[in-house]
């Protein structure tokens, strides 16, 4: 059971599908900031490209931060206390636990800040998140860089999607009843945004594992 929200919630840009969506919420100067404390986490634990299951590369490039990291080669995908090449994952920094306190007004923190870089061709095929032990908790998404097409779904598999483009500094919330929505990213806005010095993505999601 997730404990009583300590702080109002803000109210979001909008709604889609049951997801949250505060259009946004990072203004450039944050943005810059939380960017500055991703590049400590990246050269701690550095991107990956992880196998699935099948021994598919995927197109993202993984890390994380926080008690767990999200990983996933042949064995399947888990949370995982250590990277996959050892030690243990840098702390989530406290510009992005700022989001995630400000956005859910909750006194449990996130174990697992999952950092995902697309490049101009990565994608995300429809998933939902569901390898948390209580989807009572919300998960919080940030978005860093170029702009994204996110689709959303239902949580049943198939059906249809409604798809809305996620720009920098934009943080979405998959809660409640849409904690379970299937999601996915179709394409990138190659260009679109001047945050990141090569181009490409970086997505944050927030998540309470056990
Ligand atoms: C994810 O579902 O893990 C990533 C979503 C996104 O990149 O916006
Ligand atoms: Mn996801």
Same mark, same amino acid.
């Given at each position: 059971?997730?404990?009583?929200?300590?702080?109002?919630?803000?109210? *979001?840009?909008?709604?889609? %599908?049951?997801?949250?969506?505060?259009?946004?919420?990072? $203004?450039?100067?944050?943005?810059? #900031?939380?960017?500055?404390?991703?590049?400590?986490?990246?050269? +701690?634990? *550095?991107?990956?490209?992880?196998?699935?299951?099948?021994?598919?590369?995927?197109?993202?490039?993984?890390?994380? +931060?926080?008690?767990?990291?999200?990983?996933? &080669?042949?064995?399947?995908?888990?949370?995982? *206390?250590?990277? *996959?090449? @050892?030690?243990? !994952?840098?702390?989530?920094?406290?510009?992005? /636990? +700022?989001?995630?306190?400000?956005?859910?007004?909750?006194? %449990?923190?996130?174990?697992?800040? /999952?950092?995902?870089?697309?490049?101009? #061709? +990565?994608?995300?095929?429809?998933?939902?998140?569901? #390898?948390?032990?209580?989807?009572? !908790?919300?998960?919080?998404?940030?978005?860093?860089? &170029?702009?994204?097409?996110?689709?959303?779904?239902?949580?049943?598999?198939?059906?249809?999607?409604?798809?809305?483009?996620?720009?920098? @500094? $934009?943080?979405?919330?998959?809660?409640? =009843?849409?904690?379970?929505?299937?999601?996915?990213? &179709?394409?990138?806005? =190659?260009?679109?945004?001047?945050?990141?010095?090569? @181009?490409?993505?970086?997505? /944050?999601?927030?998540?309470?594992?056990?």
């Amino acid at each position: 059971m997730s404990s009583p929200a300590h702080t109002p919630t803000p109210a *979001p840009t909008l709604t889609l %599908r049951g997801v949250a969506v505060f259009k946004g919420w990072l $203004d450039g100067a944050a943005q810059q #900031d939380m960017l500055e404390d991703l590049r400590g986490v990246i050269r +701690a634990a *550095p991107l990956i490209r992880p196998e699935t299951r099948f021994g598919r590369k995927m197109s993202v490039r993984m890390t994380s +931060a926080g008690r767990y990291g999200w990983v996933s &080669d042949r064995r399947g995908y888990r949370y995982a *206390p250590h990277h *996959p090449a @050892g030690g243990a !994952w840098p702390p989530i920094p406290a510009s992005v /636990l +700022a989001v995630w306190d400000a956005i859910t007004g909750l006194d %449990r923190r996130p174990d697992c800040c /999952l950092v995902n870089y697309y490049d101009a #061709d +990565a994608r995300m095929g429809m998933h939902q998140d569901r #390898d948390e032990a209580d989807f009572d !908790w919300p998960v919080v998404s940030v978005s860093l860089g &170029d702009s994204a097409l996110f689709r959303i779904g239902n949580i049943q598999r198939g059906g249809p999607t409604q798809s809305l483009w996620l720009d920098s @500094g $934009d943080v979405l919330v998959m809660g409640g =009843a849409a904690r379970l929505v299937h999601h996915g990213v &179709d394409r990138l806005r =190659a260009g679109s945004s001047s945050l990141l010095a090569r @181009g490409g993505r970086i997505n /944050l999601t927030l998540r309470v594992v056990d």
